[in-house]
Each structure stands twice: as C-alpha cells, then as structure tokens.
C-alpha cells in the first residue's frame, strides 16, 4: 500500500482545500497521474500519484480542508488486488447473472461526469446547480464560473427551489432579511494578508497625476505595426508604466526592498507583480526580469497571465518574488484610491482611470486626458521625499515616452 499525502505547496501555504477527486475508490491509477485538485490560498493545484496502482481509500471528501502533509488516499501498489476480488465474488453468479456487465456503471456514471473547473464546481455546490445541465462555450466542453452564472441567471423553475438550500434568508434583531455567504479560502486569505499588512507596516500614500497625451498618441501611431511584429501582442499602457517603474526603482532602490528583521534586503532585479481580477478575488502575477525584456515580451507576459487567471491555470511559481507590484483600478472605473502593499514588498503604484480634465499648459488652459497615480509605501523604508522622487520620476517618463524608450 501506498499513501498519497498532501506536498508542500509553497513557503507561505500550509494547508489546502480538497476542490475534486478526478479518482475514486477501485479506479486504476498510474505513476505521475493526477488524483486531486487542491484549492489553496493563491490557486488551485493537482495532486499526482508517486505508485501505480488501483485507488483504495479516499481519505478525505471534496470540500475538506486538508495539511501539508496529511494522507489524504491509499493507493494499492501492483493495482491487480483489487480488482481480483471483485472477479473471485462474482464468479459464482457469472453463469446465472449475465448482468455481472452493469458493473462498469459506476465507471460511466465517472465518465459522464461534467469537465469543470474547481472554482466552476465549487459555485455549483452553493447555488445548487447541476452542472450536467450547465451549457458551456468552452470547445473542449469545461464548465467554468461564467457558464454557472450565465445559467444560474436563467429562468428554470429548477433552479428556484434550489437556491434556499444553500443561503436561504434569515431573520435577525430588527426583522429584516440577510444572506449568509461562507467566504471562499482566496477571499478569507486576501482579508487576513491586507489586514496583516495594515497592522505590520508605518503605510503612508502619496499621489500625484500624468498627462498621458504622449502616451496615447505614440500608441495609436504603433498599435498596429506593434501588434503586426509581434505576433498580434497588443501595445497597451502597462508596459509603459512597468519600464518607468523599472526606472524609477533604479534611481530610488529602497523602494526595491524588503524587511528582515533589522535588515533592509535592496533586490537587484526587477520581478514586478501586475494585479489582476479573477472571480475569487485578486491575484498578482510576477513578470520576471522587466529590465531585460522589452515592451512586446512585457505585454506578452501580462496578456499570459490574464488568460491563465481567467482560465483558473495560474500555477504557484507565478505568483511568487515579486519585488514591487502594479495595480490597475483604472479598468473598473476608479478615479482615486490608497492601494495596500503586496506581501513583504514596501510599495505599490496605484493606476486609475484617465479622464479628459481642464489644465493649465503654460498659460493656457486645455482638455487633456489625465491619470491619477497613487504609491503607497512603508514609511519605516522610504522617506517621503523619496516617494516623491519615485513619483515624479515615474511621471516625467510618461509624459516623454521617448525618454522612457532610452531607459529601455
């Protein structure tokens, strides 16, 4: 017999929540194969088999939360001993029961059962949702979030009474209805690091604005040619902003550090996380080297990283050894905030949306399309004359995007 444990995960993870079996008891299984998929605090990650063999015993069911460490299934090395005693206890009847065949139902029900991502599985389980029923546009036919909530969102007489079951509305002092929602581990871990972050570091914000006339006219001149060379990679405006942080970091390295006990670590390279929406909350992918990688292999990364949030595919190493990080409220509308610094890192660039606004050009007042940026730092770290410097320098850059080409 062998045991399948839960691996180590990553430096910070410590446990995992089992999100789907793709073995069951009595199903054969072969070295390297994927047994599990684990939901953890950052991604979803599967679990393989170090023995061939066929499946005993699960030890844990899909929603439990599981260690580092733990056993979570046994796996019968050889794989034939299972299988051999269902043969021997059937074969009395073999002669008289030519229904012995039905046995592989189980097997069919397995085979039948919807191709979904965990996330996907887990929204089904709460909305009471039968995924068979889930139409999907996926070509390789997985279910995913969307097509459970695009289904959930349809008028079937089935799914209303399903619905109580999982959140119905309860009554409290006052009388007025409420809606109890278990937050998912992503959520619950984004809360306990913010507020970690809150409490553990002197964060201070200061803000300033670009005009992005420059920016804009030199990508609607490129676009088409970039996206042409490059192999349809669109130009957008984060690689812009990573080389000029890039920049900016060089000239004001404390801003490229990290604590220690009483050790201030100054990194000497550039892996800059770029925050990206998923259904579950937040995620930072890292684009490693950004001062050896030009603006095509930047946007490249990023657009990568998108699709393998959207995709729930992010893998571990993606989102760990960022040395500072970018995040983009500009997308959802936002005009101005204090974003919260990621992890141990000791500053984060805020970007908001660009809105066209009266300001004065020399003596002269004209519409331009502004942006608000915002750096929230650790004020035991960087002084505030340096987040300013790193402010203004990223600002300088981007209203003379040929300066910025030099620093490339």
């Not at 042409?228 to 990679?233: A, D, K, L, S, V």
């Not at 900016?248 to 990290?258: D, F, G, H």
Request: proline residues 5%; glycine residues 8%; charged residues 30%.
């Amino acid at each position: 017999m062998a045991e399948i444990k839960v691996p180590e995960l990553a430096e910070s993870i410590t446990e995992g929540t089992i999100a789907q079996w793709l073995k069951q008891p009595g199903d054969r299984v072969e070295k390297g194969e994927y047994i599990v998929e684990l939901e953890t605090d950052k991604v979803n990650v599967e679990v393989i088999s170090e023995e061939a063999g066929v499946i005993q015993e699960l030890k844990a069911e899909e929603g439990d939360t599981v260690q580092v460490g733990q056993v979570i299934a046994v796996v019968s090395e050889g794989g034939e001993a299972a299988p051999a005693k269902e043969e021997k206890a059937e074969a009395p009847k073999q002669e008289e029961k030519v229904e012995a065949k039905p046995a592989p139902a189980p097997e069919a029900d397995k085979k039948d059962r919807p191709i979904a991502s965990p996330a996907a599985r887990k929204l089904a389980r709460e909305k009471g949702i039968d995924l068979a029923a889930v139409s999907t546009v996926d070509p390789m036919g997985r279910v995913r979030v969307q097509d459970v909530n695009a289904h959930g969102n349809q008028p079937k007489p089935e799914a209303k009474p399903a619905a109580p079951k999982q959140a119905a509305p309860v009554s409290i002092e006052d009388g007025k209805p409420v809606e109890v929602v278990r937050m998912s581990r992503r959520r619950q871990t984004i809360a306990k690091r913010l507020l970690e972050v809150k409490q553990n570091t002197a964060m201070l914000t200061t803000f300033n604005e670009i005009d992005m006339t420059a920016v804009m006219e030199l990508r609607k001149r490129k676009k088409d040619k970039f996206q042409e060379e490059h192999g349809g990679t669109r130009l957008g405006f984060m690689s812009f902003f990573t080389k000029a942080v890039v920049a900016a970091l060089k000239k004001y390295p404390a801003v490229n550090s990290e604590i220690i006990g009483t050790d201030l670590v100054l990194k000497k390279y550039y892996d800059i996380g770029v925050a990206v929406s998923t259904e579950e909350g937040l995620v930072v992918p890292v684009v490693r080297d950004c001062d050896r990688k030009n603006f095509a292999e930047i946007e490249a990364d990023i657009a990568g990283f998108a699709k393998k949030a959207r995709d729930n595919k992010l893998a571990l190493s993606d989102l760990q050894g960022g040395t500072f990080t970018i995040t983009n409220g500009g997308v959802f509308g936002s005009l101005f905030s204090t974003p919260i610094i990621n992890g141990t890192q000791v500053g984060i660039l805020g970007m908001h949306t660009i809105q066209k606004r009266p300001v004065a050009v020399g003596d002269n007042v004209e519409i331009r399309p502004m942006m608000y940026i915002a750096l929230s730092y650790d004020h035991r770290v960087i002084d505030g004359s340096e987040a300013v410097g790193f402010l203004v320098t990223v600002k300088k850059l981007l209203e003379n995007p040929e300066d910025l080409l030099l620093e490339v």
